[in-house]
T-cell receptor, first 109, second 115 residues
Framework: GQNIDQPTEMTATEGAIVQINCTYQTSGFNGLFWYQQHAGEAPTFLSYNVLDGLEEKGRFSSFLSRSKGYSYLLLKELQMKDSASYLCAVRDSNYQLIWGAGTKLIIKP | ETGVTQTPRHLVMGMTNKKSLKCEQHLGHNAMYWYKQSAKKPLELMFVYNFKEQTENNSVPSRFSPECPNSSHLFLHLHTLQPEDSALYLC??????????????FGSGTQLSVL
C-alpha cells in the first residue's frame, strides 16, 4: 500500500529552528508538496520538490531525497504565527496525491 | 483569502436531514475537488471534477452526492448521514488536475457534525 509518515506533533521555541520530517512509500513519484494549515483555515501551498536537494523560500526550506523516500521542511527564526499543521503529500505514478496525516507544530514563547 | 469560498462554515444536522455544501472558486481554474478531513487522519479525496465532468469518485457512499453546474461552482448534497461522517469537508481547485507541480487552492472548509 501507499503510505506517508510524519510526526503527529512537535513543539519548538520562538526564534529557534525546527525540522519536520516526511517519509513516503508510494507507487512511483511525481513530486512532493508541503502545505500549511492554521486551525480552522484552508491549507495553503508552501513548497514543491521533484528533484533531489534543497529548495529555499525565505524562512522555509524543503529538502528531498528520492532514493531514501524522504523529505523535510525546515522552518527558521520561528514565529508564533508558524503554529499550524504541516501536511506532506506525494504525487504517485498515476498523478494521484497521497497525503500524510499532518504534523501539528506548537510554538512556545 | 485563497480565492475559494465555502459555505456554510459550520453545519449541524440530524441523520434524517438533507443539506448541501457550497463551494465557489474565483480563480478561473478548470478542476474542483471535495476532500474529507478527519482529526489526525490524512486528507481523503472524495470527488474530482474537470471541466464540469466528474473524473473521480473514490468509493464514496451514495449518501454524498456531488454536483458541478459550471467550472466555478461545486456542491456536495448530503442525506441520511451517519455520525462517522462528522468531519471537515474541504473544497479545492486547480488549473489542471494531476499536472506536475500543479498545486491546490483550498477553501476554509465546512465543519460538519452529524447527530
Amino acid at each position: 500500500g501507499q503510505n506517508i509518515d510524519q510526526p503527529t506533533e512537535m513543539t519548538a521555541t520562538e526564534g529557534a529552528i525546527v525540522q519536520i520530517n516526511c517519509t513516503y512509500q508510494t507507487s512511483g513519484f511525481n513530486g512532493l508538496f508541503w502545505y500549511q494549515q492554521h486551525a480552522g483555515e484552508a491549507p495553503t501551498f508552501l513548497s514543491y520538490n521533484v528533484l533531489d536537494g534543497l529548495e529555499e523560500k525565505g524562512r522555509f526550506s524543503s529538502f528531498l531525497s528520492r532514493s531514501k523516500g524522504y523529505s523535510y521542511l525546515l522552518l527558521k527564526e520561528l514565529q508564533m504565527k508558524d503554529s499550524a499543521s504541516y501536511l506532506c503529500a506525494v504525487r504517485d505514478s498515476n498523478y494521484q496525491l497521497i497525503w500524510g496525516a499532518g504534523t501539528k507544530l506548537i510554538i512556545k514563547p | 483569502e485563497t480565492g475559494v469560498t465555502q459555505t456554510p462554515r459550520h453545519l449541524v444536522m440530524g441523520m434524517t436531514n438533507k443539506k448541501s455544501l457550497k463551494c465557489e472558486q474565483h480563480l478561473g481554474h478548470n478542476a474542483m475537488y471535495w476532500y474529507k478531513q478527519s482529526a489526525k487522519k490524512p486528507l481523503e479525496l472524495m470527488f474530482v471534477y474537470n471541466f464540469k465532468e466528474q473524473t473521480e469518485n473514490n468509493s464514496v457512499p451514495s449518501r454524498f452526492s456531488p454536483e458541478c453546474p459550471n467550472s466555478s461552482h461545486l456542491f456536495l448534497h448530503l442525506h441520511t448521514l451517519q455520525p462517522e461522517d462528522s468531519a471537515l469537508y474541504l473544497c479545492a481547485s486547480s488549473q489542471d488536475p494531476g499536472q506536475g507541480a500543479e498545486k491546490l487552492f483550498f477553501g476554509s472548509g465546512t465543519q460538519l457534525s452529524v447527530l
